[in-house]
């Protein structure tokens, strides 16, 4: 039908244009087609969105003359991005969720050019001119539109990092432009790194790991995963900072913004050697030697599905009858509740002092973080003090610290036998730490690849060779250079640390990542090593069996400068002071103690490769 001018027709142009009808208003005695409304593009999933882009007036009235005479009403319905004569579909498109790094759905961008001129210098950026990031497009345009003529420009978007996505396409010509804008949510992904037989699962569904170990999701959205070993295995624990390590689910909160992958790694084993743990009970310390303690170890390793036969291990408790490590026999290799090697013979664990982590876990895979535990033999592996024979309440016992430290230390904390500090007190329960004493294969251990750790070989005394020379000088075999972890006034320990690499002593075991050393050097902090430094560069372990063996840091976090009053002036100057750490713990003492030693007497040094 044709509808004469009039102010209905001028006013409702918009209306006009879009309706879903063959509708024409007759402007100065010329008559001006709307089409059918239809939609030219949008195509494999993409939905075009409602937009403001107005069919073209005819060639004849895309002339100054006609424009300044429709000007009244029918061109200011045009959009700024689709000048008269130019028809752009779609205007916009919603891409849905697309994954980061995932092509979306082709669109189909139409450009027809209803003008009785060429289109030319035909140019497709960003908004503001800027270079096509993320997009793909296959140009069907060319440089030149042709009079009368249509294109179409295939655009696919892959986003590059998570979050919403509102981007905009400019194609320009010489006298002109218009726009598409692109809509959607980019999701982040979510891997599971999986050790072992086991399976992994999550809420909501995504992740079902055996087959599918990678999936997106929302990036506001909890994810839970859940561990299920299968017959015969174990669950090794979740090996990502967010997650308890040994329980047998873990909740990740929202993804971090503009995040493109988070990587959670998972291990399942099949345990071939010894296990060993930390009792989750405590027990009194006057039961009447150390066969209760022995049946205390069975008890609760039975109770926690790990003891078939019912008399799998012993309790690492000694008294004058009997040391615990005459009770292992022929027993050989030890792992932890989470399948990471404890050691390897009994030797080496009670006389030679070579483990390589701590016990850290309960038989219920609880990480334990505190408490002393009592042994009754000192870091040597010499008998210690043992509330004569575990019977008398007003007699002394030797503890040792199984939790946050090492050779030597897991057993006892001094040298010598300490008293006075301990009493008998059944009042207060000390955990024990109960060793498997059935298999007698050696241990299966399968060293970690990183960047470098260790300590080095002699103490280093500030004056002479600087910290990094030291270093350099006394490096691991495969070892090119090395850089000692220590504070200058003008550069912090961590500046030589590279956070995303895993840092692993000379026998392959993992120490922890960059960032992790950085955060568990900050006091308080709830992080920990993943295993103690205590390896030399010539693969020496030091036993812990005194607190006087210091290793030198100069600041009082990873990631502070030191100063020259603590960090013996630069370590030149023998005659100031420095601050040190631990020898071989795992929480924040191991880079400092919170007090500072003479420069004057030697310590250790950590050493990376840069």
Known sequence: MAIPVSSWCRSNAML???????????????????????????SGGASALPGANTPALPDSAATPEASAAANDGVASAASP??????????????????????????????ITNQRAVDLTGLTLSEDAAAPLVDFTVLD???????????????????????????????????????????????????????????????????????????????????VQLVATPVSGEMFGGWRADECEPLAGDCRLASFPNQSVERIVPVAFFTPANNLVFISSEGL??????????????NRLASAAGLNPAGDGFIAAISDATSHFADRLGTARGWV??????????????????????TVAYTELGELVTGDAHMSGTLADGALGLHCDNWSSTSAELTEGNPFTEG????????????????????????????????????????????????????????????????????????????????????????????????????DGEIVGTGARLIEASQAPSFSHLETGLWQTADGSYLRIDQFSIFVWSGSQRMDALGEVESNC??????????YVGRLGVTQSQFWARGATGSCADGAYLICVEP
């Open 284 to 297: 009194s310390p006057v039961l009447g030697g150390v066969a209760p303690y022995d049946a205390a170890c």
């Open 140 to 222: 069907g345009c060319g440089a030149r539109l042709v009079a009368g003529g249509s294109c179409t420009f295939q655009v696919t978007y892959r986003p590059s990092q998570s979050g919403t996505v509102r981007r905009t396409l400019r194609l320009a010509w010489f006298d002109g432009e218009t726009r598409l804008t692109v809509n959607g949510v980019a999701l982040p992904w979510l891997e599971v790194r999986k050790q072992g037989a086991g399976r992994v699962t999550s809420v909501p569904p995504g992740i079902d790991c055996g087959d599918v170990c990678r999936a997106p999701f929302e990036r506001e959205e909890e």
């Open 81 to 110: 991005e689709s000048p008269l004569g130019v028809v752009a579909m779609p205007e916009a498109v919603f891409l849905g969720s697309i994954p980061v790094g995932t092509p979306s759905s082709p669109v189909a961008w139409v």
């Open 569 to 578: 002036g630069d370590w030149l100057d023998q005659n100031q002071q420095g």
């Open 407 to 506: 050779p030597g230390a897991w057993m006892g904390t001094g040298s010598l036998p300490i008293s006075g500090a301990n009493p008998c007190d059944p009042a207060v329960p000390r955990r024990v730490v109960c060793l498997g004493n059935s298999a007698t294969g050696p241990l299966l251990r399968t060293p970690r690849a990183g960047k470098r750790i260790w300590l080095s070989n002699t103490q280093f005394f500030p004056g002479g060779l600087s910290p990094d020379e030291a270093c350099q000088a006394e490096r691991p075999s495969g070892v090119t250079s090395a850089v000692a972890l220590v504070a200058y006034s003008d550069r912090a320990a961590s500046d030589s640390i590279d956070p995303s690499a895993d840092y692993v002593r000379p």
């Open 16 to 42: 006009v244009w879009s309706l879903w009808l063959s509708v024409a208003c007759s402007i100065d005695g010329r008559t001006v087609s709307a089409g059918d409304g239809s939609s030219a593009g949008g």
């Open 336 to 357: 932890r509740m989470d399948g990471r090697p404890f050691g390897d013979t009994r030797e080496e664990i009670v006389n030679e002092g070579i483990v390589y982590n």
